[in-house]
């Protein structure tokens, strides 16, 4: 009987699945923003969306958090901050030193599974300005896509790899 590493457990415990560098490249060639100074990754993983985007925008400064402390990267360009955090924190700005509505651009692939049900993530969503009716059934990708908006600028961009069921689905 083959026995799953710690590693691939602990992805599964946090919901993980890293991006490929080929679909981050992808996303970030969507996008539309020219002038990126600050740009965010909620949900970092191993980095691969601040790394298609630095190769767009180099010159801006790239504030990452993940909750793994596996995905710290080694060796850290001055243009980036990686904080070990939850990214659903709702104290989260204060955290990371990042004012709420900052971000010209924000990129994420968020995890599927949420640890364990918070009802301070209904806050989240408000002040997104989103319903909060049902939230206790959302999945992460909910709470992740909320937290970027109230992250963001006005005028900002939010790229953000979900599941097509989150789009075309019936709930």
């Known amino acids: 009987m083959r026995h799953a590493d710690s590693s691939s457990l602990a992805r599964k415990f946090h919901g993980q699945y890293y991006t490929k560098a080929v679909v981050g490249r992808l996303l970030v060639a969507s996008l539309r923003q020219n002038n990126v100074v600050t740009a965010l990754e909620l949900g970092a993983g191993e980095g691969a969306l601040i790394a298609a985007a630095r ?20 060796g850290i360009p ?20 990042m004012a709420e509505g900052s971000a010209d651009l924000a990129l994420c692939n968020p995890p599927f599974a949420l640890r364990k049900w918070d009802k301070r993530y209904q806050r989240i969503l408000a002040r997104a300005g989103l319903p909060t009716a049902g939230a206790a059934t959302f999945g992460a990708d909910a709470f992740f896509i909320a937290q970027n908006l109230w992250l963001l600028r006005e005028h900002g961009e939010l790229g953000v790899i979900v599941p097509a069921g989150l789009i075309a689905g019936s709930r």
Do not use: C
Request: avoid cysteine; proline fraction near 10%; charge should be neutral.
């Open 55 to 74: 190769g767009r925008w180099p010159s801006a400064h790239f504030v990452s958090v993940d909750i793994d402390p596996r995905n710290a990267p080694a």
């Open 78 to 97: 001055t243009s980036r901050s990686h904080f070990v955090d939850d990214a659903l924190r709702h104290d989260l700005p204060a955290r990371i030193g």
